[in-house]
């Protein structure tokens, strides 16, 4: 009998309000939280537990990589930021010296469920992950652009005047700055965007200029609060949700590709279909010949980078 366990792996700000969604959302039965700072991780174990006679059972604790052995999901949220001057790449290469250990140590255990990583460059730690692991790539998943997707659906309901949730739409490639709306396949209840806007009093060219907002929305939330954690934790307890429930629900999370869109070997986020065995398969949807020139791209800039991480 499965029991929902879920080990989480750095409890900052995003782990720690991942952890919350989690608790409020009633996802999992069985949280444990693993941190450098141990004190910390029992802190919020505690103060998570307070919440629990208002939403679901749960057991929650500070855990060891022992713990890791007979759980379903281990979510990563662990790593070191980007300082003031240093290169993505720097950036990267310290968090891949990171990455090994934590997912030496994961595997050591025994684990052997489904991994889902938050890290940033997320499609760079995702293929690490991967590498790291000797996993099958479908039980390793990142986080992609499933933010993303959810800030382009609440920008255009706002536009439009509808409810977020009857908005679907997507943004794809990397999470980073060579990301790109799928304006192709952006409805409205069915109903196709360019449509909407011919029978509706919708202001294109603000519309157009929407995805601007959506890009840089991390940049200004930064520069307002210093982080981005809210949105990405309900993200990705939803993520979790699709997987311990067996949902097959689709999100644009960072999946490896095997020649769909015309790419091959790297994580890059797209359409899937979530489920208990993790990425079921991937969706390639028709895209203009814009849109895969920008999918290209953002492959190869993901693929450069792989390229001087790994093959050196």
């Known amino acids: ?93 310290r968090n891949l010296k990171i990455f090994k250990s934590i997912v030496d140590k994961v595997v050591s255990s025994g684990f052997n469920g489904i991994f889902l990583v938050a890290t940033n460059p997320v499609d760079i730690m995702t293929y690490a992950t991967w590498r790291f692991s000797g996993f099958n790539a479908n039980r390793v998943i990142g986080t992609g652009t499933v933010l993303d997707s959810s800030r382009f659906r609440k920008e255009i309901a706002e536009l439009t005047k509808v409810d977020p949730r009857s908005v679907h739409a997507y943004i794809m490639g990397e999470h980073g700055d060579s990301e790109f709306p799928v304006w192709s396949h952006a ?55 699709a997987i311990l429930n067996n949902e097959n629900s689709i999100y644009s999370v960072s999946s490896f590709l ?22 079921k398969n991937v969706l390639e949807i028709p895209l203009t010949d814009t849109e895969k020139e920008r999918m290209d791209e953002s492959s190869r800039i993901i693929k450069e980078i792989i390229d001087a991480s790994f093959n050196r």
């Open 1 to 93: 009998m499965k029991k929902s366990k879920i080990i989480l792996i750095g409890d900052g700000a995003v782990g720690s309000s991942y952890a919350f969604a989690c608790t409020l959302l009633g996802v999992g039965r069985e949280i444990g939280i693993i941190d450098m700072n141990a004190d910390k991780a029992e802190g919020d174990a505690m103060d998570l537990s307070d919440a629990l006679s208002f939403t679901a059972p749960k057991d929650i604790y500070s855990a060891t990589y022992d713990d890791c052995e007979d759980a379903e999901i281990v979510v990563i949220t662990a790593g070191v930021a980007q300082k003031q001057g240093e290169t993505r790449l720097e950036l990267v290469d």
């Open 187 to 241: 409805n409205i209840g069915g109903l196709p965007l360019d449509d909407w806007i011919q029978t509706n009093s919708v202001d294109e060219e603000v519309l157009l200029h929407s995805f601007n907002k959506v890009k840089n929305a991390a940049y200004e939330i930064i520069n307002r609060k210093g982080a981005t954690f809210y949105g990405i934790a309900a993200a990705m307890a939803y993520l979790t949700k």
């Open 258 to 279: 095997r020649g769909e869109y015309g790419v091959s070997d790297i994580y890059i986020g797209v359409p899937a279909i979530i489920n208990s065995n993790g990425i």
